[in-house]
């Protein structure tokens, strides 16, 4: 299976509010690019969870790990939506 042709399924469920999914990852992206986009918001959060640990960080920089992860996230369970799907149908 080439990385190539594989691509992302759409996901709504996540970021959620009371009215639903705030944010989603759009179907038919290439998972190389969903997952370079992942891997940079994961480096972001492991920045920020360093500042943490380090005592040098703000109140609010914990809310932004937990949308940063919860972006990643819906990134890689697209990706990985898209790769089962596309195995599925060989």
């Known amino acids: 299976m080439s990385s190539l042709s594989v691509v992302t399924t759409r996901q709504e469920l996540f970021c959620k509010l009371p009215t639903g999914g705030l944010l989603s990852v759009n179907e038919g992206v290439p998972i190389t690019d969903a997952l370079e986009h992942a891997s940079c918001l994961l480096a972001c959060v492991n920045s920020l969870s360093a500042s943490i640990g380090d005592g040098n ?18 990134l890689i369970d697209a990706c990985v939506s898209g790769a089962l799907r596309k195995e599925a149908s060989q």
């Open 57 to 74: 960080a703000e109140p609010v920089d914990a809310y932004a790990i937990q949308y940063l992860n919860e972006l990643a996230k819906g």
